[in-house]
């Protein structure tokens, strides 16, 4: 059975040499659907509160691409991060690759932005001012009226506004609330393309919801394309048991139905999201949103049957392999796994240093000779705050043969502030025992050793012997 067709909603978009198939999605419901609207709406809550918090004065979550600035859980980012950063998008790689080894597109169903908002608030707000799936179909194939305008006219004015506010929500989490609120405030010219930004952002959220939906699953993502390399036999995935299932047949009143338990009702074509049909196998377009399962139960307990027709089955139970033995040692070793890289991660997070810093000798320079005999090499560090508050720093060598001499003084740092600062390191020649000395510098902090970096002096020995 094939999802319902029409050509009077969206655009048509050509597959293959054909027209598009417009999907007119049942409205779900059941036990499963009650769960992901749990877990649904409480993502919605953090999405759009999440921004607002700050946690030592920075945002929660900020990924501020333009300016390379990011805050995760409150603590600053800078580009001398970069290698945490890039260990936390690998935590969230790796993590959703596990997820989907072990439990498919489970991720896309229940957690993905793309499917939160568009089955709980796009098609809920189609659901109330068009009616469910056979209403829609009416309204969109029946005359032009007036009723079928303004419903239309609403329904595409209420997705402009919701897509305006994903696109302002878009933009706290790179920018920053304050500097949103900056750009809403203030006179257009001051923030031309700030409210380019937003506009643009707006026609593309209001497209994906409103006209390409479930392409964006099954054509434009490439997530699902993953998911074909990454189930294997023990992976869990929503399936349809074809053994118990088949032969289908329609049950009539007063005979008893003879063949498998599927009564070809064609409810869970009706309900899906992106159009398939379960019963044809596992496909690459399902994205475990779970309604199938839902709707087919409602149908088992009306005509007496086992629920789970259509449930949770690992590739090896749908495909009936010989000697096929469910195994949890994979799934236990993937979470020992995302643990572990969790753990190293927020480790990295807590754990940095108050005052980050790069030393470099000065371009151009090798080393001097003082009047009194001494050598002197001239360098450049450049520091940055990442305490959170202003913070006091002193300079010190961890070598007590060498002088530290610093050329422009600086005591503090502001929040989130930068210092470049030039100092000398003085040293008697008969000290240096090869051309190339390794020594380091000390960040100190009202006492207290926040950083140490490393570099070398320059200058010819003192003995050769």
Known sequence: MEAVVNSNEGPILPSKGKKRKWIYAKKPSGKLYNYRQWVGYSLLLFLFVAPFIKLNGNPFLMFNIVERKFSIFGNMFFPQDLHIFV????????GIVLFTAVFGRVWCGWTCPQTIFM???????????EGDWTQQKKLNEGPNTDSRAWKKLLKHSIFLIISCLISNLFLAYIIGIDALIEIITDPIEQHLVGFISIAVFTLVFYTVFAHVREIVCTTICPYGRFQ??????????VAYNSERGEPRGKITKGDENKGGDCVDCGLCVHVCPTGIDIRNGVQLECINCTACIDVCDTVMHKIGKPVRLIGFYSLGEVEN??????????H???SVVLVVLTSVFLFFIFNRAAIDGSLLRATGSTYQTMADGRISNLYTI???NKSGHQIPFSLETTDPNYELKVVNQIDSLVKDGAAKMSFFLITDKKNIITYKTITSIVIKSEGKEVNKLETTFICPPGNKN
């Open 119 to 129: 089955e709980l608030i796009f098609r809920r707000i189609e659901y109330i001012i």
């Open 87 to 94: 260990f936390g998008m690998l935590v969230v790689m790796v």
């Open 382 to 384: 450049e520091v940055i």
């Open 332 to 334: 236990i070793l993937y």
């Open 321 to 330: 392999k010989p000697g096929f033995k469910q195994s949890y040692s994979r």
């Open 228 to 237: 074909g390399v990454l189930l294997d036999d023990q992976s869990f995935t």
